[in-house]
Structure formats: C-alpha cells, structure tokens
C-alpha cells in the first residue's frame, strides 16, 4: 500500500498568515493527489485534486503543488474559517490512502 | 442541489451484521462510481470499498474484504453495504463519497472523493 504522511500534525498560525502542509507519498504517485478539509462533525470537502487543480468553489487563497511523492497544500492568508483538519489522499493505485491529517488552529 | 444521504447505521454486538444504504440525488449518479469511506472516532479517513458504474466490479480494503459487501441499484440511485462478522475495530461515521466520472464505458482519471453524505455511524459493542 502507498503511505502518505503529512507534516506538520498539528499548527497553530494567526490570521492573514500563510500556512503550509506538506504530504509525502512512500512511491510515486504522479499528481493523482487530493486534499480535503474537514470541520469538526461535518463531512470532509474537496479543494484540491490532481495535485493543484482548483475544485470549483473553493478559494482561491487554497493551492496545491508537487508531484512525484512530495506535495504542499498552501493557503496564502488564513482566514478564520480555515480552523479545520486537512488530508491529503492518493488515488493513483488502490487502496487509495489518506494521511492521518494535519489540524490548523488559530492563534 | 447534488446530495447523498446515508443510513442504516446504529449498534450491533461483535459478530453481527448491518446493511447502510446511502441515496442519491441531484446528479446522475449511473454515471459515477461510487465508494464508502469511514472514520473511527477521532481519526483519520480509511477508504473500504469502491463499485464500477454498473455494479460488476467492486474493490475492497484488506481490513474489510471477504466481510463486507458494497452493490448499488442504479434505478433507485442508491449504494449499499452489507456488513457481516462486525468487529468493535469497525466502529466508525461510514461515508459514502462519488468517485470517478463514467460516460459510455469510459471513465475519467479522477478518483478523488468529490461529492460526500453526512455519515452514519455504526456502532460496534456488546
């Protein structure tokens, strides 16, 4: 199975900051990479897929680049709505994976 | 407005067995397939099962496969997942998630997670 660790598991930022996440992937993977944003009891919501394509809706403070097995979520001014846990996920083979997330918090 | 609705959820003893369901609607849901993906309490995100357009072939995790069942019926634009021989490591918020985008037996390269339900939960204790 294709691991993905994030770093860091956990950051603390102040609004307007820019705040970076980075997700490793134990084999290549291309840019068949997603990340997600998920709210404490809601449901997780795409931002990003193919590594650094825009899901429509989203913000555009939200970016993805990488490809290979390193990649970065970044967004450029947080924004207190942003307090959330992100995942980033491989869909290049199954099983498709996860990291085991990285919580962002509001100084 | 494009939904998904899960069911089914609630507390079973170790051993037993629950069928989820989740209900589709606001999207051609014939034209996706379709996956379950669950959460143990305060973790993270494990994907378990994944079915083709049609419903002919599925895909499962190794800590789900030969227990657990995914099927759909595309009239009712509805997926299922039949779980037997439930352990208390399944006890989880069971999502069900759209995956890659099928028109004419030709699917797209985008298995990411696009559309996801609320979840149901599924308890897993004596």
């Known amino acids: 199975d294709i691991q993905m660790t994030q770093s860091p598991s956990t950051l603390s930022a102040s609004v307007g900051d820019r705040v970076t996440i980075t997700c490793r992937a134990s084999q290549n993977i291309r840019n068949w990479l997603a990340w997600y944003q998920q709210k404490p009891g809601k449901a997780p919501e795409v931002l990003i897929y193919?590594?650094?394509s825009l899901e429509s809706g989203v913000p555009s403070r939200f970016s993805g680049t990488g490809y290979g097995t390193e990649f970065t979520l970044t967004i450029s001014s947080l924004d207190p709505d942003d307090c959330a846990t992100y995942y980033c996920?491989?869909?290049?083979?199954?099983?498709?994976?996860f990291g085991q997330g990285t919580k962002v918090e509001i100084k | 407005e494009v939904q998904l609705v899960e069911s089914g959820g609630g507390l079973v003893q170790p051993g037993g067995s629950l069928r989820l369901s989740c209900t589709a609607s606001g999207f051609t849901f014939s034209n996706f397939e379709m996956n379950w993906v669950r959460q143990s309490p305060g973790q993270g995100l494990e994907w378990i099962s994944n079915i083709t357009v049609s419903g002919s072939s599925t895909l499962y995790a190794a800590s789900v496969k030969g227990r657990f069942t995914i099927s759909r019926d595309n009239a009712k634009n509805s997926l299922f997942l039949q779980m037997n021989d439930l352990r208390a490591e399944d006890t989880a918020l069971y999502y069900c998630?759209?995956?890659?985008?099928?028109?004419?037996?030709?699917?797209?390269?985008?298995?990411?997670?696009?559309?996801w339900g609320p979840g149901t939960l599924v308890i897993v204790s004596s």
């Open positions: 996920q491989q869909y290049d083979d199954y099983p498709w994976t």
């Open positions: 998630a759209s995956g890659r985008h099928c028109i004419n037996g030709k699917c797209n390269k985008a298995a990411y997670f696009q559309k």
């Open positions: 193919e590594a650094s």
